[in-house]
Each structure stands twice: as C-alpha cells, then as structure tokens.
C-alpha cells in the first residue's frame, strides 16, 4: 500500500513513518529530509531552498515534485511509499494523484497526526538539541506551524473526499501513537 502522513512541525511524522516502514516493510519518502540533503550536499538546489526552508515556508510545488517522481517511478518500490510531509497543500495532493496515476498507483490511506501548538512548542525544542536543525528555532517553528495550519484544510477535505483520511491522537507517547497507527492499518489492509 501507498501511505500519505501528514500533521504539524514536531506532530512525530518522521519517527511514526520510519517505525511504519520498518514495520510494514515500505519505503519512507520524506520531502523535507530529501531538501535538506541537497542543502547539505550543496546543490544547485540546496543554495536555492535553503532560505526557504529556514524562513518556515513551503519550497515551490514544482520542485518536490520533481523531487519525489523519482522515487514512485522506481518499480522497485512500487505500492511500498510512505509519504512523510508531502502533500503539504491541496496541488501537491492533485500532483501526487497524477503522479501515482501515471505510474499505475494510487494513495491506500491518509493519516493526519493531530498534535497541539503547546506540544510541538515542546517537542521541537527538545529536538533542536538533538538534531540541531537550523529551521527547529520557536519563531520559525511557530511561522511552520501556520504554513501547515493555512493549507493543510484543502488537503484534509481531499483525502476526507476520497474516504482515505484518518486521523490519529498525536498526543500520546511514540508508543501509544504507533500502536493507533499500526491498528488502523491492520483495519485497512483487509
Ligand atoms: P519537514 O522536515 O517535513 O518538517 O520539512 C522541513 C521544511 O522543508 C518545511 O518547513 C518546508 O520548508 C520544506 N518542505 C518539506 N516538505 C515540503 C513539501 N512537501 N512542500 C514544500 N516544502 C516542503
């Protein structure tokens, strides 16, 4: 199956799909580690995103795009995608679509990790200590967390559409979210 996770900056998207495609055996597709390696690398690309992403707002569709068809284009990892932080607004939902269509894949399930503006407040400022991102400082988190909150609406009233949302308490412990997560994939997969 093919899996879309999304929630806010800090919600646990990259710790629930790294346990969900271990678990599950699927690949884990994170856009926004795939920008920070080219940030990292020095790319081209890396010199043209950075200060966007240390700015908290959204690389341009086209660009993850390009991005990702790399991967669902791999038959090798065909229906074995989990999606972490993409789609991230309503085109990029409409761009993975075409994207699955034309490879002959479609989105299983999309899960949406409901988390409170205090606990990412909390969570990310516990990662930045140990993972020393330059975008996990507060007012840029906060500036992420109201990138998420304008465009995430139209991604959720898609996958609502389509059946295939489901949303999880991000609150709990790494635990007690992945055992909801694994739960509902068990229900899913029938
Ligand atoms: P993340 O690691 O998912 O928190 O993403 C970190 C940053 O990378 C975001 O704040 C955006 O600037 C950028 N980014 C990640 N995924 C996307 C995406 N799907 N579309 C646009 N920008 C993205």
Known sequence: MNIVIFGPPGAGKGTQSNYIALKYKLHQLSTGDL???????????????????????????????NLIEKFISDGSLKNRLIFDGYPRNLNQAKNLDSLLKKYDQKIDLALK?????????????????????????????????????????????FYKKSNLLRVVNGEGSIHEISTEISDIIEGNKG
Do not use: M
């Not at 080219?38 to 569709?61: A, F, M, R, Y």
């Not at 996990?136 to 609406?153: G, M, P, Q, W």
């Open 35 to 65: 920008l920070r390696k080219e940030i990292k690398i020095q790319s081209q690309l890396g010199k043209k995103i950075s200060s966007t992403i240390d700015s908290g707002n959204l690389v341009s569709d086209d660009v993850v795009s």
């Open 113 to 157: 990790l409901s988390v409170s503006l205090e606990t990412i407040k909390k969570r990310i400022l516990s990662r930045k200590i140990h993972e020393k991102r330059s975008d996990d400082v507060e007012s840029i988190a906060i500036k992420r967390f109201e990138t998420y909150e304008k465009n995430i609406n139209s991604v959720i009233e």
